[in-house]
């Protein structure tokens, strides 16, 4: 069946970087777009970040443009999150999820994500 | 950037009732590409809706959504209590992808 495993979070001071995996199982990795969203406490959902099949194409939400970047290993059928100058406000649960095959935007298939928490 | 508005924030309902989710944006959604997703307390989002009306694989003919342009609903029938939970509206069909800030469907 389909799995999504985040990895990577955890307490980090402001201005720090960490760096985020999602290990997936039970499809065809290459054959799909991937999107990180977050989720702050108490709050709704923001997507932030989407890479193609091949990583010809990447996309970011203004609030992490230039902070964060996405990239992915087909071979390791794995996506990544490197967050840098990191701020209180990106306290979060970061999950990854598969975009359809129909249609990227759409996500057909989530992890369980993983807390990020920037404090001092 | 769409927004998205959702309403009710919290409904409060007894087991067996009717639930109806408010969806609206700021403008047209292209294609009429609005889905719904549920949440459960540490559990990551599923999906129920996709293009404003189509159930995804396994949601029960008791879920459906409707609408169009501007104005989307969830329905749920007859609420069993695996339904009470937090529901979110997401549009795909203009980048950034946005989701409403959430309803939740509470037991009275």
């Known amino acids: 069946q389909v799995q999504l495993v985040e990895s990577g979070g955890g307490l980090v001071k402001p201005g720090g970087s960490l760096r985020l995996s999602c290990e997936v199982s039970?499809?065809?990795?290459?054959?799909?777009?991937m999107s990180w969203i977050r989720q702050a406490p108490g709050k709704g959902l923001e997507w932030l970040s989407y890479?193609?099949?091949?990583?010809?194409?990447?996309d970011y939400a203004e609030s992490v443009k230039g902070r964060f970047t996405i990239s992915r290993d087909n071979a390791k059928s794995s996506v990544y999150l490197q967050l840098s100058n990191l701020r209180a406000d990106d306290t979060a649960v970061y999950y990854c999820?598969?975009?359809?095959?129909?249609?990227?935007?759409?996500?057909?298939?989530w992890g369980q994500g993983t807390l990020v928490t920037v404090s001092s | 950037e769409i927004v998205l508005t959702q309403s009710p924030g919290t409904l409060s309902l007894s087991p067996g009732k009717r639930a109806t989710l408010s969806c609206r944006a700021s403008?047209?959604?292209?294609?009429?590409?609005l889905a719904w997703y549920q949440q459960k307390p540490g559990q990551a989002p599923r999906l129920l809706i996709d293009?404003?009306?189509t159930r995804a694989t396994g949601i029960p003919d008791r879920v459906s959504g409707s609408g169009s342009g501007t104005d989307f609903t969830l329905t749920i029938n007859s609420l069993e209590p695996e339904d009470f939970a937090v529901y979110f509206c997401?549009?795909?069909?203009?980048?950034?992808?946005?989701f409403g800030q959430g309803t939740t469907v509470e037991i009275k």
């Open positions: 039970g499809f065809t990795f290459s054959d799909y777009y």
């Open positions: 890479i193609s099949y091949t990583s010809t194409y990447t």
């Open positions: 293009g404003a009306s």
């Open positions: 997401q549009q795909y069909g203009s980048s950034p992808w946005t």
């Open positions: 403008q047209s959604v292209n294609g009429n590409y």
């Open positions: 999820a598969r975009g359809s095959v129909y249609i990227s935007g759409l996500f057909d298939f």
